[in-house]
C-alpha cells in the first residue's frame, strides 16, 4: 500500500488545569487514548494508545539552559480501520495494525523561552506488539462489539526512529495572559517518515508561567523548591500542518512487501 498526504490537524480549544505541588524533581505518569472515551461504537484508526512515561532531571551547568529533562517511556499504539469488524481485506480502507515501542528522549528547556527535544526510538510492529490480544481481550472483557480482520494486520518489522522537535515562544500579550510559539517536528526512520510546522497558543485568566515551567510542555518538574510553577488556569490551541511521507502502520515495511 501506499500512501502520501499533507494533513492539516487543529486541536480546539482545550482546557487545562495544572496546580503547584511540592518540590519535585522526578514525575511518573500513564497515558492512555481510546475511542471508547468518546464512543462505545466507534473503533476507527488510531483507536488506542497506552504509554508508561517517566521524567526526570539530570545535572546541568550551563547558564543558558532553564532546565534539562530525561524522559523515558514504554508503550504501545493500536489501528484499526474504519471499525473493528471488517473480515473482508478487500473492504479495509486502512490495515490493522499494532506497535510496541520504548524511547528515550531529551529536552532542552532554554532561558530564552525555546526548547529542543530529541527523541530515540525503538519498537516491534506487527503481530509481536501484542496489539490484537489486547483489543480482543478490551472488547471481549467489557461488553464491546466483535471484532474481526486482524489476520491481514500488518506483519512483523523493527521500529527505529529519530524524532526531533523544536518549540521558541514569539511573543506576550501585556501582562503574560497570552502567549504565541512556534514549533516544528520532523521524525525520520522506518516507522514514521513526517514533517509538522505549527502554532501553539495559551490564553490564562492570569499571567502565565514560562515554558520551561508549564504542564503543557511538559516541564513542570524542578530539582529547586524556589522554581516550582505557580498555578495555571488556560485554554490552548495548536494548529498543526503535517506532511508524512511514510507511515508503517498503513504502507508496511520500507524494505518488502509485508
Avoid at 232 to 250: D, H, V
Amino acid at each position: 500500500m501506499n500512501l502520501k498526504n499533507t494533513a492539516l490537524s487543529f486541536f480546539a480549544l482545550l482546557c487545562s488545569l495544572a496546580y503547584s505541588q511540592n518540590q519535585h524533581s522526578k514525575s511518573f505518569g500513564f497515558i492512555s487514548d481510546n475511542d471508547v472515551y468518546i464512543s462505545t461504537t466507534q473503533d476507527q484508526y488510531y483507536t488506542n494508545g497506552l504509554t508508561l512515561v517517566y521524567q526526570f532531571l539530570p545535572k546541568t551547568s550551563s547558564e543558558k539552559l532553564a532546565k534539562k529533562i530525561v524522559t523515558v517511556e514504554i508503550g504501545q499504539y493500536m489501528y484499526t480501520p474504519f471499525r473493528a469488524y471488517v473480515p473482508n481485506i478487500n473492504n479495509q480502507d486502512r490495515p490493522f495494525a499494532g506497535y510496541l515501542f520504548a524511547d528515550y528522549g531529551v529536552t532542552k528547556y532554554y532561558k530564552n523561552e525555546s526548547a529542543l527535544n530529541i527523541t530515540y526510538q525503538l519498537g516491534i510492529l506487527g503481530p509481536d506488539s501484542q496489539a490484537e490480544s489486547l483489543q480482543k481481550w478490551y472488547h471481549r472483557t467489557f461488553g464491546l462489539p466483535a471484532i474481526a480482520g486482524w489476520e491481514y494486520q500488518i506483519q512483523n518489522q523493527l521500529g527505529a526512529n529519530i524524532n526531533v522537535a523544536y518549540l521558541k515562544n514569539l511573543a506576550y500579550t501585556k501582562g503574560k495572559q497570552v502567549d504565541f510559539n512556534a514549533f516544528a517536528e520532523a521524525k525520520l526512520g522506518t516507522i514514521f517518515n513526517e514533517l509538522s510546522l505549527g502554532f501553539e497558543s495559551r490564553l490564562g485568566f492570569k499571567s502565565l508561567n514560562p515554558i520551561f515551567n508549564s504542564v503543557l510542555f511538559n516541564s513542570n518538574i524542578n530539582a529547586d523548591k524556589t522554581d516550582d510553577p505557580i498555578k495555571e488556569f488556560y485554554f490552548f490551541m495548536k494548529p498543526q500542518l503535517t506532511y508524512q511521507a511514510y507511515n508503517a502502520t498503513i504502507e508496511g515495511s520500507l524494505f518488502n512487501n509485508d
